[in-house]
C-alpha cells in the first residue's frame, strides 16, 4: 500500500485547508484510516481517524469541531477538511492506513502553516 498525502500549505488563522489521502496499490487490504500531525520538536500525535466504512470517525479533542475526516472507497482517498485553523495546528500531517494482519502504512507527509 502506498499513500500519498497532497493539499498542505501555508494559511492564515481562521482559514481552512482540505487534505487528500490517495492510496494505492493493494487498497483492498486496508481498514482503518487516520490522519497524524507532527509539530516541530513534538513527538507525532493522531488528530482523526475513520473506520474501513467511514460509518464511525474520532477526533483529538484539540480538533474536535474544527476538522473533519471523510473517505471515498471508490476512488481510495481519504480527506480531512481543517477549518478554523489556528497557528498551533502548524506540524506535518501525516496519513496512515491499517490493512490485514495489522500492517500500518504511512505516507510521506504534508506540510501546514497557519500564520497568526
Known amino acids: 500500500v502506498q499513500l500519498v498525502e497532497s493539499g498542505g500549505g501555508l494559511v492564515q488563522a481562521g482559514g481552512s485547508l482540505r487534505l487528500s489521502c490517495a492510496a494505492s496499490?493493494?487498497?483492498?487490504?486496508?481498514?482503518?484510516m487516520g490522519w497524524y500531525r507532527q509539530a516541530p520538536g513534538k513527538q507525532r500525535e493522531v488528530v482523526a481517524g475513520i473506520t474501513s466504512s467511514g460509518g464511525s470517525t474520532n477526533y483529538a479533542d484539540s480538533v474536535k469541531g474544527r476538522f473533519t475526516i471523510s473517505r471515498d472507497n471508490a476512488k481510495n482517498t481519504m480527506y480531512l477538511q481543517m477549518n478554523s485553523l489556528k497557528p498551533e495546528d502548524t506540524a506535518v500531517y501525516y496519513c496512515?492506513?491499517?490493512?490485514?494482519?495489522?500492517?500500518?502504512?504511512w505516507g510521506q507527509g504534508t506540510q501546514v502553516t497557519v500564520s497568526s
Open positions: 496499490g493493494s487498497t483492498f487490504s486496508i481498514n482503518a
Open positions: 496512515s492506513a491499517v490493512a490485514n494482519y495489522g500492517l500500518k502504512y
